[in-house]
């Protein structure tokens, strides 16, 4: 497992299988696992890992990365992903959204939009999409999907906050839920994207330490925002 | 205690096994003979009962009804234990819970995420559609969280997905097969 910073300079930060374990008992509301390289290195989701991580989960399991077909979709959800996630195959073929909603269910697709200065990025943030965020999560919704998560490549590992400006854009524009994603180095800013967004996600923070899922919990709930 | 999930033939079944298998329970493929029948909630409700009825088992989990031995459904499970649904056009259910499901209307739709199940604490939940009927047991913002009638026994929320709560949870469905 990998973690950058502005999606670069990747670092190994552990084991998926024990990670993945180490969030669920630690009481995080719901585990995002994406497969970053594969759409960069061109090869099918590890539908193996997904069945590794999936036994030791007891909370809802995304599942993001190379999924181009109803069918890829369909194997992860058989092999113990809950949600899968799609990005750059949406992209290049939006009705990719229809074909999922349709056979899975809405609840059950996440459509991953990376944005930089507002803009979309595919392919792991290395190709420009040439569209605004806002207006293609406003289509990505009329297509059928169940959420929105929504990553800031400018704030992406820097832990200074999350992109507020962006994501409250992209929750205005649309009736889906959102989840924040990158910036977070602490509970403000969680509290923040949870004024805006219905969930945020944590990474780089917590892939050193797991445990710090509790007392960061604590925190947020002592900023006056409701938790579980 | 062995326990049949009713698959259909669509979307992720495993977890519910994974979490029925952690409790001690054997799984099995026969829905007339198991201690307890789970009707799980993935996918959309016309393919759904499509492949409930392909498999037989619209009427074995009638049979098990009539007879009163515990059926199980989570999510979509519920739902289709009522008569009949609003979602895909207008879905027949399994008619074994009076009332129907109907589209949310109210906040971000799916409702996705942990929410509060009356004093009981914070449950998964993942919908666009909601049970009403005279038969609910457990609320949720407003929205039927659980429903119970004769032997039919159904949650709206993930019970599977909701952690240390959601295993209690599932105990407690198991421990109605034992009775």
């Not at chain 2, 009962?49 to 009638?62: I, S």
């Not at chain 2, 459904?73 to 879905?91: P, R, S």
């Not at chain 2, 971000?108 to 009927?133: L, N, Q």
Request: proline share 3%; glycine share 12%; aromatic share 6%.
């Amino acid at each position: 497992m990998v973690k950058g910073v502005k999606f670069k300079g990747l670092r190994d930060v552990g084991d998926p299988v024990e990670l993945g374990a180490a969030y669920s008992d630690a009481g995080a509301d719901e585990l995002v696992f994406l497969d970053i390289k594969a759409t960069l290195g061109d090869r099918p989701t590890l539908v193996e890992l997904v069945r590794r991580v999936a036994e030791r989960l007891a909370i809802p399991f995304t599942v993001g990365g190379g999924v181009r077909s109803a069918d890829d979709a369909e194997r992860l959800l058989q092999a113990g992903a809950d949600k899968v996630g799609v990005n750059s195959a949406a992209l290049a073929r939006p009705e990719l959204i229809t074909e999922l909603a349709e056979r899975l269910g809405s609840q059950a697709v996440v459509v991953a939009i990376d944005a930089e200065g507002g803009r979309v990025r595919s392919h792991a943030g290395t190709l420009s999409a040439g569209r605004d965020a806002t207006e293609w999560a406003r289509e990505a919704e009329q297509r059928g999907a169940g959420e929105i998560l929504l990553t800031s490549i400018d704030a992406d590992g820097t832990r200074e906050g999350y992109d507020l400006q962006l994501t409250a854009a992209v929750a205005g524009a649309v009736s889906l839920p959102v989840i924040a994603s990158g910036g977070a180095g602490n509970a403000r800013h969680v509290a923040e994207a949870l004024g805006i967004a219905q969930a945020a996600l944590l990474a780089s923070i917590l892939h050193e330490n797991p445990q710090r899922l509790a007392s960061l919990r604590e925190e947020v709930r002592e900023l006056g925002v409701p938790v579980r | 205690m062995n326990v049949a999930i009713c698959g259909y033939g669509a979307g992720n079944v495993r977890s519910v096994e994974i979490a029925f298998r952690r409790l001690g329970a054997e799984l099995t493929d026969d829905v007339g003979a198991a201690d307890l029948a789970v009707l799980p909630g993935v996918g959309s409700a016309r393919a759904a009962m499509a492949g409930l009825r392909e498999r037989g088992h619209d009427v074995a989990l009638r049979e098990r009804f009539d007879d009163g031995r515990p059926i199980f459904g989570i999510c979509l499970g519920l739902q289709l234990g009522l008569d009949w649904t609003e979602e895909d056009g207008g879905v027949d259910g399994l008619g074994l819970v009076p009332g129907r499901s109907s589209r949310l209307l109210e906040g971000r739709v799916p409702r996705m995420g942990w929410a509060e199940v009356d004093d009981r604490g914070a449950f998964y939940f993942a919908h666009s559609y909601a049970a009403e009927t005279p038969h609910a047991t457990a609320w949720s913002e407003g929205v039927v969280a659980e429903a119970r009638f004769g032997s039919f026994f159904g949650c709206q929320f993930h019970p599977e997905k909701s952690g240390a709560l959601g295993a209690l949870y599932l105990e407690e469905a198991l421990s109605l097969s034992r009775v």
